[in-house]
């Protein structure tokens, strides 16, 4: 199985502050990798896929970049409604794997 | 507009089995992959296996090949999943979600399963 290493677990910023989340598969997953935000109570959302292809709807300041082993979700101004987990997830081969969370707060 | 809505989840004692349904709309559920994800109160994601369109085939996750399967209905346009022989740990909230673009990209709101005797 591949692993999913997502870092930091917990992040505080102040509103504007430009936010990196990364994740670092154990193996290469050549940019089969997705971004999903969960706000308190809800379903997750998708953001990105594979890698830096923004969902419809979803808001330009959210980016993703990476390749081989290690990824990074952005957001480049934070904004109030930002406050979420995010996950990333892994879908280069079976059995899918999540990264294990990023919970951002605001300062 | 994907509507995802689970059901038949709640509390239930080890050793016993649960079916979880997923009705959809909004979309030609026969044309499309659907999975079941769980999330346990920790927090921690796990996909727990898909169904391909027609409902030919399905993959698993290794740990829960035995005891987890998953059906579909394409004329009612319902997922399933049924649990047997559950233990405390999977106590988690259940996710259905569909493969349009990438796996995942649409999810139902959710059911959650406490195993406790």
């Known amino acids: 199985d591949i692993q999913m290493t997502q870092s930091p677990s917990f992040l505080s910023a102040s509103v504007g502050d430009r936010v990196t989340i990364n994740c670092k598969a154990s193996?290469?997953?050549?940019?089969?990798l997705n971004w999903y935000q969960q706000k308190l109570g809800e379903a997750p959302k998708l953001l990105i896929y594979?890698?830096?292809n923004l969902q419809t709807g979803i808001p330009s300041r959210f980016s993703g970049s990476g390749s081989g082993t290690d990824y990074t979700l952005t957001i480049s101004s934070l904004q109030p409604e930002d406050v979420a987990t995010y996950f990333c997830?892994?879908?280069?081969?079976?059995?899918?794997?999540f990264g294990g969370g990023t919970k951002l707060e605001l300062k | 507009e994907v509507q995802l809505v689970e059901s038949g989840g709640g509390l239930v004692q080890p050793g016993a089995s649960l079916k979880l349904s997923c009705v959809a709309s909004?979309?030609?559920?026969?044309?499309?992959?659907m999975s079941w994800v769980r999330q346990t109160p920790g927090k921690t994601m796990e996909w727990i296996g898909d169904?391909?369109?027609?409902?030919?085939?399905?993959n698993y996750a290794p740990s829960l090949k035995n005891r987890f399967t998953i059906s579909r209905d394409n004329a009612k346009s319902t997922l399933y999943l049924q649990m047997s022989n559950v233990r405390s740990e999977d106590t988690a909230t259940y996710y259905c979600?569909?493969?349009?673009?990438?796996?995942?990209?649409?999810w139902g709101q959710g059911v959650m399963v406490t195993v406790s005797s």
């Open positions: 979600t569909i493969t349009t673009v990438v796996p995942f990209d649409y």
């Open positions: 909004g979309f030609t559920f026969s044309d499309y992959w």
């Open positions: 169904i391909k369109y027609d409902g030919s085939y399905t």
């Open positions: 193996q290469n997953i050549n940019k089969y």
């Open positions: 594979n890698t830096n």
């Open positions: 997830l892994q879908h280069s081969s079976r059995p899918w794997t």
